[in-house]
């Protein structure tokens, strides 16, 4: 039986924890050569308070799919890509003929698989055509809902999956509709969030105005039919589907650059500019549609939680599970 791998505790710099009542600059500038700018847009997309949002079966995604969370998501891909020591995955499968990257967003993972193995035919899909045109030969996409019955002719070497938080309604038929696309022997990897923030060191207060808007974050979204932190519930949903060779792994995201080891800083910078650049996008539609709440209501609480987040004296994290698997032969 696999036990979860947990990660050692993360180490505060001393800089940091001397540097009291201050605030992280904004790196945005340093983070523009590991972000993509997706440019193409699409008249017939709906627009709600100023962010635009997918029109392929509309709402069933709270986020939006402008430029904005195309940056916003290229940085998260870059800042879960350093978390696993600069991996695209960590299945042991090397032997690629047809990868299906499920709910691609921008396709930035699936444009570096392409390029990565060459031999290998990726597919990627989501609810918007918002990838660039410009790609591998042997990368291509479609606009398909994967919560959807699947229809694929031939099965899958590897199907993963990301940062679906937020997207699925039911997640043991989405695990499902996995294994039978899966050719046996073939292999699955989640890699997925559990938004619930923490602290190490009792710096988070669960007071806090982060704190109060996280909750109300999760629950709308949990009321909504989605839900927000799959994470530590995958292992459970792969085992019961009837994967075999199942591994769990637990890393921690810090939010904003105050760990002392480098690797954790630098994921930490990544985390902190993709969650300020994400803060409106996460909570609009969900806190005016779900809640009823005004934008400016909305507007307000973002700006409290912002000047939270760049707090160098809350030390905030989160978790990433990963989960990978295999199908029997």
């Not at 047809?98 to 993972?109: C, F, Q, R």
């Not at 698989?113 to 918007?128: H, V």
């Not at 989605?226 to 009837?242: L, N, T």
Request: with cysteine; net charge negative; glycine share 6%.
């Amino acid at each position: 039986m696999t036990t979860t791998i947990e990660p050692a505790p993360i180490e505060i710099d001393p800089q940091v924890i001397q540097d009291d009542g201050s605030s992280f600059a904004d790196f945005t500038d340093e983070l523009n050569s590991f972000t993509t700018s997706i440019t193409g847009s699409i008249s017939k997309y709906p627009f709600e308070n100023g962010r635009r949002y997918h029109a392929f079966k509309s709402g069933s995604y709270p986020l939006p799919n402008d430029e904005l969370e195309a940056e916003r998501m290229n940085v998260v891909h870059h800042m879960l890509k350093k978390a696993l020591g600069d991996k695209l995955f960590l299945a042991p499968h090397r032997n690629f003929h047809k990868v299906l990257d499920v709910g691609t967003g921008t396709g930035i993972w699936a444009i570096e698989m392409g390029d990565a193995f060459p031999q290998a035919e990726i597919l990627g899909n989501d609810l918007s055509p918002i990838q660039p045109s410009w790609v591998p030969p042997n990368v291509r996409f479609e606009v398909d809902d994967f919560e959807s019955q699947w229809a694929f002719s031939t099965p899958f070497d590897l199907v993963f999956l990301r940062t679906l938080c937020f997207s699925v309604a039911d997640w043991p038929k989405l695990v499902e509709q996995v294994y039978s696309n899966v050719r046996p022997g073939g292999w699955v990897e989640f890699q997925d969030l559990d938004l619930q923030y923490y602290s190490e060191d009792g710096s988070f207060n669960e007071s806090s105005a982060t704190a109060q808007w996280l909750k109300i974050l999760l629950d709308s979204s949990r009321n909504a039919g989605r839900d927000p932190c799959p994470g530590p519930k995958i292992e459970g949903w792969v085992r019961q589907a009837g994967f075999q060779n199942v591994v769990h792994q637990k890393y921690k995201l810090p939010i904003g650059p105050w760990a002392k080891d480098k690797r954790q800083k630098d994921i930490g910078l990544f985390n902190l500019v993709q969650a300020l650049d994400g803060l409106e996008g996460f909570s609009m539609r969900l806190f005016t549609n779900v809640l009823n709440w005004r934008p400016e209501e909305v507007e307000i609480m973002c700006a409290k939680v912002r000047a939270e987040l760049k707090s160098k004296s809350t030390h905030a994290m989160y978790d990433l599970h990963v989960v990978y698997a295999q199908k029997p032969e």
